[in-house]
Protein backbone atom coordinates (compact mmCIF):
# COMPACT_ATOMS: atom_id res chain seq x y z
CA UNK A 1 0.00 0.00 0.00
CA UNK A 2 1.17 3.41 -0.98
CA UNK A 3 2.48 6.42 1.75
CA UNK A 4 -0.17 9.25 2.26
CA UNK A 5 1.41 12.38 0.69
CA UNK A 6 2.90 15.03 3.37
CA UNK A 7 1.70 18.17 3.08
CA UNK A 8 3.46 20.85 1.14
CA UNK A 9 5.12 22.99 3.64
CA UNK A 10 4.64 26.97 3.20
CA UNK A 11 7.15 29.80 3.29
CA UNK A 12 7.57 32.55 5.26
CA UNK A 13 9.62 35.91 5.48
CA UNK A 14 12.81 35.77 3.48
CA UNK A 15 12.43 32.24 1.65
CA UNK A 16 8.87 33.37 0.34
CA UNK A 17 10.43 36.63 -1.17
CA UNK A 18 13.24 34.28 -2.70
CA UNK A 19 11.00 31.69 -3.96
CA UNK A 20 8.83 34.51 -5.61
CA UNK A 21 11.42 36.32 -7.27
CA UNK A 22 13.16 33.14 -8.93
CA UNK A 23 10.21 32.51 -10.39
CA UNK A 24 9.25 35.75 -11.31
CA UNK A 25 12.75 36.12 -13.26
CA UNK A 26 13.76 32.82 -14.47
CA UNK A 27 17.63 32.39 -15.85
CA UNK A 28 17.80 32.59 -19.96
CA UNK A 29 18.34 29.42 -21.38
CA UNK A 30 21.36 29.07 -24.35
CA UNK A 31 20.64 27.64 -27.48
CA UNK A 32 22.69 25.06 -26.92
CA UNK A 33 20.88 24.04 -24.19
CA UNK A 34 17.47 24.03 -25.82
CA UNK A 35 18.77 21.80 -28.63
CA UNK A 36 20.59 19.16 -26.11
CA UNK A 37 17.68 19.11 -24.06
CA UNK A 38 15.23 18.46 -27.48
CA UNK A 39 18.07 15.80 -28.61
CA UNK A 40 17.60 14.14 -24.89
CA UNK A 41 14.49 14.09 -25.99
CA UNK A 42 14.41 12.57 -29.49
CA UNK A 43 16.42 9.80 -28.41
CA UNK A 44 14.40 9.08 -25.57
CA UNK A 45 11.37 9.57 -28.14
CA UNK A 46 13.12 6.87 -30.64
CA UNK A 47 13.88 3.88 -27.87
CA UNK A 48 10.30 4.67 -26.21
CA UNK A 49 7.75 2.01 -27.32
CA UNK A 50 4.64 2.76 -25.57
CA UNK A 51 1.38 0.89 -27.13
CA UNK A 52 -1.54 3.52 -26.58
Known sequence: MARPIKETPELFGRDAERFEKMISHPKP???????????????MKS??????
Open 47 to 52: ISNFQW
Open 29 to 43: VSKEEKERARRAYEV
